[in-house]
């Protein structure tokens, strides 16, 4: 029972953090600082501790609490881990921290609220992945708007305002129509059995005809692959990516996106199986569009964030195709995809924002050799870029690899049958690793090698003078050593988280794939 | 009809009633008006208990039956309305320091009261007019624009307009049914007959005009911006949720009859709709309140789709959060000295770096007049929609839906003046106001509570 008291306490230290930072006078930025990093910290340190007691070998949610809230509407307070958002959970309270360190110098204006907005997101975030409960994670889904408009909007670049409403407004959309279809999803379930219920496991064992099933699809899926964002629904992403500032980037990259990934494998593939089952070629096809859309835009841009954000587009469609894999591989492989991308965009995300505090300017142009004069800092990019490229031993490749795979594995019976839709789609996919190695390996090379070059520097060689900026400092090589650290345990050692997820992945299969679903080891009292 | 079934059944308006005496009395015999305040916050704080009181123990009763009788619901309204009045009376303090007001105030309460428990269209005129009266007046009391005498006359014109509706389509009902009781206009919704329907509708057309409804909404904007901020926010929340509150009375239980979903139901999107899309382009705070009641009054008016034993809930629940968050927003306002100035939107800028908490409150109350989660606005948007869905009205859910999506970005503009936009030169700092601030306070509480126990605020009601 005390883990279930330790996954409350997961979420709610976020909030317990803002309430103490209520009573920090605004001038003490440095105390503002240090509760806001500890409060992360903390948060991190007990969801390693709930990792660690996790069973792998326990199907459904474990550390469960379930209260009622709005008794009237069967609505509950349900929160609890399972394979399903267990490494996400991880994933936002290890970056949280990083995040939180990283704006240490960047934000200096308004820095209580700019701290109380991060753990205000973090505390939506984490809720979101924890619901249980569909109406808990439509609130926590549609609250996590209001601190990144205020994120991108106060502390962005100059086209913050066009920026930040460009994204609330975007999302907002599709949340209203995934509002109108969850009211409905649970109406029409009570009108055919009787039962009031948000419970994810309750409405997993709803058996809608397929053409509504469809319909609650588009509109639950319009909403997620606004938020992966899916093409052609990405065009606030690079918007909201370059406007933001770093620790903004740091968490739409880390973990925003993924809440759209993980809608559609919670919620939006396993509650309307037949009608996924009948748009996965589709799902597919956009989500091999976005693999190489995406990254022929990040080809030509010259704005580092701008490649790194059209990057995230097309990582992420991998995790879109393994999950229209059906294939436990391929769910696998999209689990660990959107882990790892939040590791790596990341911190790549990070590693821009710490030469924009030093250069001031995004543009690829005005820089060149900077692994001269900062060797640290080439390091860790070329590990980072390498890693997105999908370098062997990083988690990039272990995420990419198994995605591919593992639909591979699903188009191949399907072609031998006929259908040759799925392996040329499973070909086409894999060119996006080709591209994606020479946007990241190309970047790399025009920022940190060929000739010397940055804003401040005369190009040439510099004989004995000292560099006009520093290297990495301790703080800044913390926080990228954890970040690579975490890349390199994913990629060397997968397999230990990888059995963390595996029943999720079987329960995921199956309830897509098979007409009757799976209860989800549902306790006693439920239902109700 | 004893005595003492009146006396308990309308405490509340009794409550009233001697709050205005003693008011009157003080008027006349002169005194100080400072304690005037105190002495109406005390008769409706007392009310509001009374109402609150009889609604938990279930009372029921028809003091004069066929004409007046109260029930729980009834008795909640009074309550509902009564505790949204004690926050407006607290702004009300610095515009309004003598007694005039609070008897105005008081008496419209009175009027607001016996809306809600009328039985026949004879009382439920009788509370209109009682409310109305005195909120012609409060219009022009602080009169220091010449917007205020043309907001006046408006809404003067438009309360005669609706009265007049309101008796042609009343007397249509009564020679149509050949009585006064409310009950005529639930059974003539059933009714296929001509005179019933058209008595029907100008009952109902009335409504609209005192609720906003578009296309008769267009009085609302002028009215509001001409005057001065606590009658604005009278207006907005009393006057409208005695509105709806009388017209939840009005529709009874009664399945909404198929010829008339079309008009429950597509007036309010419009006003929806065009309300949402107007506010954008506002320059003033009230005038852009305005058009965003005009769109509240059309998911108010949704309500009704739903099943008839959920409308009260709904509607009640509804209006609760909406006028905790209105006068959260006019009590936070920064004071001025120049009313037409404190309008502005503009001077909302920047408004963070001057007054942390107030910029704070009112980007809470505008997101939840937005409906975004977890602000009580999403709940009772969610309570009416999941009603008109459950009802079968899907269609009409998802446009409602997307009408609000287009609401959102001018609440979300005001949420970017105050933290996103420089501030402007020239504004002078006035100390807040502590009544303002108490105000305020009671709000948020209020708030914070239906976020956080709807179901609890649920079950009362």
Known sequence: MSEALVLNLVLFLPVAGMAALLYVPRAREDVVRGVTFWVMAVQFALAVWLYAQFDPAIPGLQFETRLPWIPGWGVHYQIGLDGYNILLVLLTAFLGPLVVASAFTAITKDVKLFYSMV?????????????????????????????????????????????????????????????????????????????????????????????????????????????????????????????????????????????????????????????????APAIAALAVVSIVYGACLALVQTDIKKIIAYSSISHLGYVMLGLASFNLLGIQGAVMQMVSHGLIAGGLFLMVGMIYERCHTRDLAAYGGLAKILPLYGVFFVILALASAGLPTTSGFTGEFLALMGYFVSAWPQFVRGDAFPLVLAVTAVSGVVLGALYMLWLAQRLLFGVLK??????????????????????????????????????????????????????????????????????????? | MSWQTILTAMLPEHLLLAGIVVLLVREIAGGKPRASMWL?????????????????????????????????????????????????????????????????????????????????????????????????????????????AEAALKYLVLGGTASATLLMGASLLYGWSGTLGLAAFASALGSAEPLAIAGALLVLVAFFLKAAIAPFHAWAP?????????????????????????????????????????????????????????????????????????????????????????????????????????????????????????????????????????????????????????FPGFIAKFLVFKNVIEAGYTLYAVLGLVGSYLGIYFYLRVVQFLFMSPEPAGIPRAAPVTLALGAGALCLAAGVVMAILPGWVLRLL
């Open chain 1, 119 to 279: 753990l205000a997101i973090q505390f939506t975030m984490v809720g979101t992945f924890l619901a249980q409960d569909l109406f808990l994670f439509y609130l926590f889904w549609e609250a996590m708007l209001i601190p990144m408009f205020l994120i991108i909007g106060i502390w962005g670049g100059e086209r913050r305002i066009y920026a930040t409403l460009k994204f609330v407004l975007y999302t907002a959309f599709g949340s209203i129509l995934m509002l109108a279809a969850l009211i409905y999803l649970v109406v029409s379930i009570h009108s055919t059995t009787g039962i009031t219920s948000f419970a994810f496991a309750d409405l997993y064992r709803s058996n809608l005809p397929v053409d509504v099933q469809v319909i609650l699809l588009a509109a639950f899926g319009l909403s997620f692959a606004i938020k992966v964002p899916m093409v052609p629904l990405h065009t606030w992403l690079p918007d909201a990516h370059v406007e933001a500032p770093t620790a903004g980037s740091v968490i739409l990259a880390g973990v925003l996106l993924k809440m759209g990934t993980y809608g559609f494998m919670k919620i939006g593939f396993p509650l309307f199986p037949q009608a996924t089952q009948l748009l």
């Open chain 2, 40 to 148: 109406a916050l005390a008769a409706v704080y007392a009310a509001c208990a009374a109402a609150l009181a009889l609604a938990l123990q279930g009372y029921a009763a028809a003091p004069f039956p066929g004409q007046l009788s109260v029930a729980p619901p009834a008795l909640l309204a009074k309550a509902i309305l009564l505790g949204l009045a004690i926050p407006v009376l607290l702004i009300s303090r610095d515009e309004f320091p003598d007694r005039q007001f609070h008897i105005l105030a008081l008496s419209a309460l009175y009027g607001a009261c016996l809306m809600v428990s009328a039985d026949s269209f004879l009382t439920l005129f009788l509370g209109i007019e009682i409310l109305s009266l005195p909120v012609y007046v409060l219009v022009l009391l602080a009169f220091r624009r010449p917007e205020s």
């Open chain 1, 454 to 528: 940055a804003p401040g520097i005369e190009s040439g060689p510099r004989g004995g003078q000292p560099p006009p900026f520093a290297d990495l400092n301790r703080r800044e090589t913390a926080i990228l050593t954890a970040l690579v650290a975490a890349i390199f345990w994913l990629g060397i050692f997968p397999s230990e988280p990888m059995s963390k997820t595996e029943l999720a992945a079987r329960h995921y299969q199956q309830t897509v794939t098979e007409k009757t679903s799976l209860s989800l080891g549902r306790g006693p009292g439920r239902g109700s």
């Open chain 2, 222 to 374: 002028d009215a509001y911006e001409g005057a001065s901020v606590p009658v604005t926010t009278f207006m907005a929340v009393i006057v409208k949720s005695a509105v709806l509150l009388a017209a939840v009375r009005l529709f009874g239980t009664a399945p909404l009859a198929a010829p008339l979903v079309g008009v429950v139901a597509i007036l309010p999107l419009v006003s929806i709709v065009w309300g949402n899309l107007a506010a954008m382009r506002q320059p003033g705070l009230r005038r852009m309140i305005a058009y965003s009641s005009i769109a509240h009054a059309g998911y108010l008016f949704y309500a009704f789709l739903g099943e008839g034993a959920l409308r009260f809930q709904a509607v009640a629940f509804y209006l609760l959060a909406y006028g905790v968050m209105n006068i959260l927003v006019f009590a936070s306002l920064p004071p001025d000295a120049d009313d037409a100035a404190r309008d502005r939107l503009e001077n909302l800028k920047g408004l963070f770096h001057r007054r942390p908490y107030a910029a704070v409150a009112i980007a809470i109350a505008m997101l939840s007049l937005a409906g975004l989660p977890p």
